[in-house]
């Protein structure tokens, strides 16, 4: 299974981003899909997340209502439309499938994708 995250870029804060994930095929015991970001010296930390059917979402409190989560299943793609981004946004950003406990947890998550860099300017 191989994950390639997309859409990255140096925005203004307040401007939108929308990265993208694509997915070679979906792993047989997957039922979620993520994105994680991790900013310099910081750890990676959760973001968001979405069932394959694309029926529930879940979101960190710090993007709820900014960023919405979606999947194409037909295409196997994961998308975050990020808008209102704030300079704390900045941060190298992940996908992944998850496989095993909860979905906000690092640890579930056993494929990645090589990261896209958001930079959002002051």
């Known amino acids: 299974v191989q994950l390639q995250a997309s859409g990255g870029g140096l925005v203004q804060a307040g401007g939108s981003l929308r990265l993208s994930c694509a997915v070679s095929?979906?792993?047989?015991?997957?039922?979620?899909m993520g994105w994680f970001r991790q900013a310099p010296g910081k750890e990676r930390e959760f973001v968001a997340a979405?069932?394959?059917?694309?029926?529930?979402?879940y979101y960190a409190d710090s993007v709820k209502g900014r960023f919405t989560i979606s999947i194409d299943n037909n295409k196997n793609t994961v998308y975050l439309q990020m808008n209102s981004l704030k300079p704390e946004d900045t941060a190298v950003y992940y996908c992944?499938?998850?496989?095993?406990?909860?979905?906000?947890?690092?640890?579930?998550?056993?494929?990645w994708g090589q990261g896209t860099q958001v930079t959002v300017s002051s």
């Open positions: 992944a499938a998850h496989y095993y406990g909860s979905v906000y947890s690092i640890s579930g998550y056993n494929y």
């Open positions: 095929e979906r792993p047989s015991s997957s039922y979620f």
């Open positions: 979405v069932t394959w059917t694309g029926s529930r979402t």
